[in-house]
């Protein structure tokens, strides 16, 4: 490794540390000048937790309920549909197995010290969930936007933002392609390559980039297979032909 990317990599890590004190900071610092200072860390201690726990916790979370409520999304937004709603097209069963998968969310909230009371809305929506995916068809697509695990990653991390000043989402928004570029940043020769901020965020919006590609190509052969009706239609009537 030359003199220059030794230097640029020594950079780009005391960067990244004064990035994540600066976040640290700023989530300590009380938006009223007179209120007093929260101990996070106490906090976590009390739980027996550290913030890199908190943080794994979370993230394991919200690669559930991507994968429940959100597996294949909408490119650059968080509606899609996960196995939540293929399960419902199996009549009670489905749904039955549905609510059970659920629950594994709440317990992975209760691990991170959110009250029962916090959970209730998220439970109840669950059920309703379940009820409502009795009913054929229908129910298969409210599940698109009946998202019980969705909701429980939500007051999740309003409460750890709460009680423990963690305000990091990135860790949420693309659990998995975020772990494996974790990896990638932390391991391998080519680490200072992954921590450049512009391959980053392509790596992570991957699924993004790719569906909208797809949305391109099906709308460009939409458009092809209508010239090609059209140009039918005029073959076939004479239509397109008349002056």
Known sequence: MSLLSSQLLVYGRRLMDKLNKFSILKAKKPSDPNAPVIDYQ????????TRAQVIETERKLAKFANTMDSLVRVPFTKQGMGADAALSTIPLAGDLAGLALTSYAFILGRQLGVPAHKMTPAVRLALIDM???IVPGIGTLLDVFIRPSRKTLTIVHEHLHEEYGITETMHMDRPFLHQSLEDRQQQGRLRFFWRNPVVAWLYLHIPDILGLLVIVVIGLGLWALIGWLVGLFGTTTGFGYLD
């Open 42 to 49: 106490a906090k976590l201690a009390e739980h027996g937790l």
């Open 131 to 133: 009820v409502v995916g």
